[in-house]
């Protein structure tokens, strides 16, 4: 007899190791694909003479996933880091970073791409009220899923959007070098003697458009020489770098090749959109806050293609593409970026490999060096709390143990969907846990 899911949770309920296999679970935080490992941790004296604590056995530890789709606990944890690492980029006050930043010339930057032929889409009024698609003359509903897809497949320039993704993050990178420039000659400086006077700093996100082409949101700050704690010369200004950022955007150009030879101008999109950053202030005029900034920086953070029918893992064959579950539009994406990838010459762009993000092989989220903190240090300070909170539960000191891990990999999930059932109900409580937390500390 085959027991239904609901027979199988109940099953996995009742077995007397639940509560155990609960408490592992919740330790993870509700993961959906946690880590098993098998082994011990241990405290030692400095001499190694006498074992002070212990704990071992079969654990689970976060998978880590930032994206939404996969792992929602793991993508909340994400999203929280990210948080405090744009936060602290704008506002200053933590992660090492001074409130000063605040003070300084700072934007808010879109970057898009270039039209590779007409899609459906559902613009509005000022009012929000729905106008008929440019492309196709009809009204589509928010949720239809033809927004974003090709007029006319047959005329989109597929080759040319995959190429263009492909190359995102080098034109990001010239974007970069010719703000610089840009900014430099602005101020009357030459672009060697720019790095004496101010530094460029950064951190941008790329977010998925329907159409299945990133776009890049990006805090632009400027600072002294020295960084974050060096006063920004008193030349700039959010006009100048407002200025400076629409300049260099034009400027920037990265050449490739289509595959019949012919060469190929890659540019941004001819919509540039850039916001002065206010402390805490908005106004009509388009100035955004830190605060709402960093928030929404951080939900883009997590996303993965943005669309709902995207494969959240590589393609391993043609077999893949031919069963996904996808839209028309993004499957002609990914069939012409694992077709692009098997000729010599696209070798380096490695498509094949991202095929199932159509063709984009950045990071969702980077920075400059001197932006804020990082995500590594982040994570550090995290787990140095936790032994710090485990060192003082046992009354010991940090230089007074050795720790031992000895730990090795036992597998990855769960055994079955019944487990990862009540894996999902578990992390939803969590959540809701924090959430009105979030909301009682709010209104304290």
Same mark, same amino acid.
């Given at each position: 007899m085959i027991l239904?899911?609901?027979d199988r949770i109940a099953d996995r309920v009742q077995r007397a190791d639940y509560r155990d296999w609960r408490d592992k679970v919740t330790a993870t935080g509700g993961c959906l694909a946690p880590i098993r490992l098998f082994g011990a941790w241990q405290l030692h004296n400095l001499d190694s003479t006498k074992v002070l604590a212990h704990l071992g056995g079969d654990v689970m530890v976060p998978c880590g996933n930032r994206r939404a789709s996969v792992c929602p606990s793991c993508s909340d944890r994400y999203a929280a880091d990210a948080f405090h690492l744009m936060r602290a980029g704008l506002s200053g =006050?933590?992660?090492g970073v001074p409130e000063s930043v605040a003070e300084k010339p700072r934007v808010f930057t879109t970057l898009t791409a270039p039209s590779? =032929?007409?899609?459906?889409n559902r613009p509005t009024t000022s009012s929000g009220k729905a106008r008929p698609c440019t492309g196709c003359g009809q009204f589509h509903h928010l949720d239809d899923p033809r927004i974003g897809g090709a007029v006319d497949p047959d005329t989109y320039d597929y080759v040319g959007a995959v190429l263009w993704q492909a190359h995102a993050g080098k034109l990001w990178h010239r974007f970069t070098i010719a703000l610089r420039r840009a900014l430099a000659r602005a101020a009357g400086l030459t672009v060697r003697d720019f790095k004496d006077h101010a530094r460029l700093s950064y951190a941008k996100v790329a977010e998925y458009q329907r159409r299945g082409l990133v776009h890049f949101h990006a805090v632009i700050r400027i600072d002294g020489p020295d =960084?974050?704690?060096d006063p920004a010369p008193a030349w700039a200004t959010v006009d100048l770098v407002d200025h400076a950022v629409r300049v260099a955007a034009r400027s920037v150009l990265v050449e490739s090749f289509r595959p019949d030879g012919t060469v190929i101008d890659l540019v941004w999109g001819a919509q540039v959109d850039v916001?002065?950053?206010?402390?805490d202030v908005e106004d009509d005029a388009g100035a955004v806050s830190d605060s709402k900034l960093a928030a929404y920086v951080a939900k883009y953070a997590t996303k993965g293609t943005g669309a709902r029918d995207t494969p959240d893992r590589p393609i391993r064959s043609q077999l893949d593409i031919d069963h996904l579950r996808v839209s028309d539009h993004?499957?002609?994406?990914?069939q012409t970026a694992w077709d692009l990838g098997d000729l010599h010459f696209y070798t380096e762009l490695?498509?094949?490999?991202w095929a199932h993000m159509l063709a984009f092989r950045g990071h969702f989220l980077t920075k400059s060096k001197h932006y804020s903190t990082t995500f590594k240090r982040i994570r550090e300070d995290r787990r140095a709390f936790r032994a710090a909170e485990v060192l003082e539960r046992l009354g010991l000191a940090a230089d007074e143990v050795i720790v031992v891990n000895d730990w090795a990999y036992a597998g990855s999930g769960y055994a079955n969907d019944a487990e990862r059932e009540l894996a999902s109900g578990i992390a939803e409580r969590l959540r809701a846990q924090r959430q009105r937390q979030y909301t009682e500390e709010d209104a304290a």
């Open positions: 239904s899911l609901e =006050g933590s992660k590779f =032929g007409a899609v459906h =960084g974050s704690h916001r002065p950053i206010q402390a993004h499957r002609r994406m990914i490695n498509l094949r490999k």
